[in-house]
């Protein structure tokens, strides 16, 4: 046996409003061991994986996440961040990952000015991650978003770099995985709905993989995200077993 | 175009001074590699300056990226190797244009001011570049009358440069630098003013913030030894972060009041957020439409057909003539008025800046200006 439940905080800013959901999704979905970390915790090391959940943290003042950003906690999620641990941003989570720099580029208002709010599909473009390794490349996950400022932009430089090293994980698509501008829910550059850090463990996206956790509740593609996690985690640790101590 | 990308050096197209630079497989680029060789007083002092075009290279690279980032538009693409920039091919407009902070050098000579005087405001001058004139100094009628540049690219000139000296004053003071002046050169690309040339030693002179020492071309131009060692030093401070209590006692930074020290000064600051040009604006975009609605479309014809766009819109609008008045673009921004206080303006202007980069403006998508003034 793996030996042990993976420990998932999900960090709780002022205005935070998707994080009961992704408790449930990893605490009693997964069944793993998850908490809430209030903005304010400095200290993390007991975690083994991070969610930044959606909501409107301090009321989107300013730019989405520009306040959240410096709350004492995200000092901690960047030291985790930098010893390996995963770190999922989802929605409010990734536009405050974007501002604390920890992935490349900048959202804007959705070109349509609208909030846009129902299930998109997503092409999986690299499922050899840590967090899409339940998922075939190419495949199309059913999940849904619910966001104002979504509207991905990254510099011509940081676009050509991530493509080059597979950093571009999800982009809006076609039920049949096509991308197309069709498919583009909010204007993002090149249809992208979630990055990677170039050390492969720091994920941002827009959709909302939490919302998407059981057939009850219309769909349960979301799993996939989470359950990558845990497989990555579980891998990790067998790793680090079988080496000599 | 992109930094990371490889380039290659093709023909020399042109050696100056203290540059070579040569054509690239894009027309649009060139490859400028920086010498060694060293001139003064319009080059009759001759000389070479062990690693200068690394030095130079290296700081100009730092220096143009922090303006890139603080939304001032330049001719630099990316750094290429040691010594030389990849930049994109302007057409030099033949204005030095140059920002006094304190006297020295030629306007000591030109007003009797003793060097080391501090200047009340940023002072802008510009010269033209003609070496058979030994670069005299012109005034804007001057430059209108040698058609050298249009009135409204002279004011974009004098604008920008003193954006520059806002800039690098905030970056320069943490770092315990003093800019007492410099010199920029810009040029058109496609129809566009951008800011070309380097910045480095060569080009700009350098005041150690405590001591006072020269950390420039000075160096080379009067013989006070220690030129290379000045150059590297300028070099290590601009690569490393700022430094507390690195200001010194702030010689000569205009505004910097030096009789108040250790006073507190009200500061009114009102900044201005904006959407780079580059960047899509969905928000101006909608006020664009909008405004279309109302009449005030771009692209309609001139005021033949008058009232016809503008009346059929409906309600009183006669007032308005929205015939006469088109407009092109809109874009939306944030409009901040922070109240502060801090002991000099430089101080502020420093500050003010840095709260800018790390939280008012987002450098990726956005650029900001801001005012600063005396408040009650």
Redesign the interface.
Do not use: I, K, M
């Given at each position: 046996m793996s030996g042990g439940r993976m420990k998932f905080a999900v960090v709780v800013f002022p205005g935070s409003n998707c994080d009961h959901d992704a408790l449930h999704a990893v605490g009693e979905v997964l069944g793993q061991e998850a908490s809430f970390v209030w903005h304010q915790d400095t200290d993390l090391a007991r975690y083994d994986a991070i969610i930044l959940p959606g909501g409107f943290s301090y009321g989107d003042y300013?730019?989405t996440g520009?306040i959240a950003r410096?709350s004492p906690v995200m000092a901690a999620v960047e030291r985790e961040a930098g010893r390996g641990k995963l770190v999922i941003g989802i929605c409010n989570g990734f536009q405050i990952l974007?501002?604390a720099g920890l992935l490349?580029?900048?959202m804007?208002?959705?070109?349509?000015?609208r909030f846009q709010c129902h299930h998109v599909y997503l092409r999986v473009e690299n499922a050899g991650t840590a967090f899409t390794n339940r998922c075939r490349a190419g495949q199309a996950l059913r999940v849904p978003i619910a966001h104002a400022e979504g509207?991905y932009?990254?510099?011509?430089?940081d676009l050509?770099?991530m493509n080059r090293k597979g950093l571009v994980i999800f982009r809006y698509a076609t039920p049949a995985g096509e991308v197309t501008p069709e498919a583009n829910a909010n204007?993002s550059a090149e249809n992208i709905a979630g990055v990677m850090n170039e050390a492969g463990n720091v994920l941002g996206l827009m959709p909302h993989p939490e919302r998407a956790m059981e057939g009850l509740l219309g769909g349960d593609d979301g799993r996939l995200v989470f359950e990558s996690m845990l497989a990555a985690w579980k891998e990790g640790k067998a790793r680090v077993q079988v080496s000599p101590a | 175009l992109s930094e990371g990308q490889v380039f290659r050096a093709g023909d020399l197209l042109y050696e100056g001074k203290a540059k070579r630079v040569h054509l690239m497989e894009d027309p649009d680029l060139v490859w400028v590699e920086y010498k060694d060789d060293a001139t003064a007083f319009d080059g009759k002092k001759r000389g070479t300056i062990r690693d200068k075009g690394y030095f130079c290279a290296q700081v100009s690279v730092i220096f143009f990226r922090l303006l890139e980032e603080s939304g001032v538009r330049t001719h630099f693409v990316a750094a290429a190797g040691e010594r030389a920039v990849v930049c994109r091919r302007l057409a030099i407009l033949p204005i030095e244009v140059v920002v006094r902070n304190v006297v020295a050098g030629s306007l000591a000579k030109r007003t009797g001011l003793p060097e080391g005087t501090a200047l009340p405001a940023a002072v802008v001058e510009l010269y033209y570049k003609n070496d058979e004139l030994g670069d005299p100094l012109l005034n804007d009628e001057h430059v209108a009358a040698l058609r050298l540049a249009t009135p409204a690219q002279v004011a974009e000139l004098k604008r920008t440069a003193l954006r520059v000296n806002g800039v690098l004053r905030a970056f320069l003071s943490p770092r315990g630098l003093n800019l007492i002046d410099f010199k920029l050169e810009f040029g058109l690309h496609q129809g566009t003013v951008l800011l070309g040339d380097e910045i480095s030693p060569d080009t700009c002179r350098f005041w150690d913030a405590k001591t006072h020492e020269k950390l420039d071309k000075d160096r080379f131009r009067r013989d006070l030894g220690g030129v290379e060692d000045a150059y590297a030093e300028v070099l290590r401070r601009v690569s490393s972060g700022p430094v507390a209590g690195a200001q010194g006692a702030a010689v000569g930074a205009p505004g910097a009041d030096a009789g108040a020290a250790g006073g507190s000064r009200r500061w009114l600051a009102r900044v201005f957020v904006s959407l780079k040009r580059t960047v899509l604006d969905p928000q101006g975009r909608a006020v664009l439409g909008a405004l279309e609605a109302l009449g005030y479309g771009g692209g309609g014809g001139g005021d033949a057909g008058a009232g016809g766009a503008g009346a059929g819109v409906g309600g009183d609008r006669s007032a308005v003539r929205p015939d006469r008045v088109r407009v092109d673009d809109a874009r939306v921004g944030k409009y901040m008025e922070l109240s502060l206080s801090a002991a000099s303006e430089d101080e502020a202007r420093a500050r003010v800046d840095d709260m800018c980069r790390r939280l008012l403006a987002n450098p990726v998508i956005e650029e900001y200006r801001f005012e600063l003034e005396r408040a009650q």
């Open positions: 300013l730019r520009a410096f974007l501002e490349p580029g900048a804007r208002r959705n070109d349509s000015l509207n932009h990254a510099e011509p430089a050509a770099r204007g | -």
